[in-house]
């Protein structure tokens, strides 16, 4: 068809002018540019598998650089856990150079009343670029030419436990979560300029099996105490702020002391933003506190043992070594 069309556009050009003729050159050329670059990308779609036919377009179209390259494969749990392996899937999309838009969840273990307003203040938490709608559309609905491909990566936990054992991989790693995190400190409600500790204590919930959150995420309130202690002992002035589920007669130990607030039943994006803000944060056997951890630029204390890597740079105190059981929780004021 195209040569027919560049034959007869050669005829007419002994019937016209020099202008005329060097416009019709300029068409012909447009025709023969369409045939030769378009064409091959049409018969991609015909003969190559979708994966393959945007691969092609990534490395030929060279699509912006704000476009979406990597983001996580999506996985069951809380919101501690499924946040965790966002930022360290952006973390390891960082380490090779890809720009990451994050999936945004649409379930989650917690969500108990399957409340859509819950899920949207969960993503409203994460603070990072969204895959967006069009390109999602474009990927696994109807193959657009100006698609870009995205790598989907798989769960990278185990390997960020891995990479931060290496202390210059861990100073690679700090700024960049500790960035995510600066960006929450917009939503900060304190007010007092006096030093504080948050203070997470898990407590089991529905989604728990009692054997297991009985040996790994347990945490006896004297060895919480004890925790407290340690972090008083470098700050005599600090107040702590309990943030756990349940009722108050579940915190005796607690009661009492002005230095010490219950906070109880919050909201999670209240609770996540409070253990991200604090001066202090001593965290539970729990991937929330974890990843509150990761993004702080304040103090860590961890308990230790736990099922994830440290980073060198937080304190650690050892779960099971509680106070003695006729004492308070903190020591006594002078």
């Known amino acids: 068809m195209y040569a027919i069309q560049l034959v007869d556009a050669s005829m007419t050009l002994f019937k016209h002018k020099l202008f005329n003729t060097l416009i019709v050159l300029a068409l012909c050329a447009v025709l023969l540019f369409r045939n030769r670059y378009t064409s091959p990308i049409v018969s991609l779609t015909a003969t190559k598998t979708k994966s393959d036919r945007l691969l092609f377009l990534h490395d030929f179209a060279k699509p912006s650089r704000k476009a979406c390259e990597a983001?996580?494969?999506?996985?069951?749990?809380?919101?501690?856990?499924?946040?965790?392996?966002?930022?360290q899937t952006a973390l390891y999309a960082h380490w090779k150079g890809k720009s990451f838009c994050v999936t945004p969840i649409t379930s989650i273990?917690?969500?108990?009343?399957?409340?859509?307003?819950?899920?949207?203040?969960?993503?409203?938490?994460?603070?990072?670029?969204?895959?967006?709608?069009?390109?999602?559309?474009?990927?696994?609905?109807?193959?657009?030419?100006?698609?870009?491909?995205?790598?989907?990566i798989e769960n990278k936990k185990a390997w960020f436990d891995?990479?931060?054992?290496?202390?210059?991989?861990a100073d690679f790693a700090k700024p960049f979560l500790q960035g995510v995190g600066k960006r929450k400190r917009t939503h900060s409600g304190r007010e007092s300029e006096k030093k504080n500790a948050v203070v997470h204590i898990r407590r089991r919930n529905p989604q728990d099996i009692e054997d297991d959150f009985h040996g790994r995420n347990h945490l006896q309130?004297?060895?919480i105490c004890h925790a407290?202690?340690?972090?008083?002992?470098?700050?005599?002035?600090?107040?702590?702020?309990?943030?756990?589920?349940?009722?108050?007669?579940?915190?005796?130990?607690?009661?009492?002391?002005?230095?010490?607030?219950?906070h109880l039943n919050e909201a999670l994006n209240v609770t996540f933003l409070q253990m991200v803000q604090a001066d202090v944060l001593i965290m539970a056997k729990s991937s929330l506190s974890y990843t509150a951890g990761l993004l702080r630029e304040g103090e860590v204390w961890a308990p230790n043992p736990f099922w994830h890597t440290f980073p060198y740079y937080w304190k650690t105190f050892d779960a099971g070594k509680g106070i003695p059981e006729e004492e308070p929780c903190l020591i006594p004021a002078n």
Not at 74 to 82: D, K, L
Not at 114 to 123: A, G, K, P, Y
Not at 162 to 169: A, H, M, P, Y
Not at 243 to 259: I, K, M, T, V
């Open 71 to 87: 983001t996580q494969i999506a996985e069951e749990g809380g919101f501690g856990s499924q946040y965790q392996n966002i930022i």
């Open 109 to 152: 273990h917690g969500n108990y009343g399957s409340s859509s307003s819950f899920l949207r203040e969960v993503n409203e938490l994460l603070h990072l670029a969204v895959l967006p709608a069009e390109q999602f559309y474009c990927l696994f609905v109807h193959s657009c030419r100006t698609a870009s491909h995205v790598d989907f």
């Open 162 to 169: 891995d990479f931060i054992k290496d202390r210059k991989l």
């Open 221 to 223: 309130d004297r060895d």
């Open 228 to 262: 407290m202690r340690l972090v008083q002992a470098a700050n005599p002035s600090i107040t702590f702020e309990i943030y756990s589920q349940g009722e108050h007669e579940d915190f005796g130990l607690y009661g009492g002391d002005p230095r010490i607030s219950l």
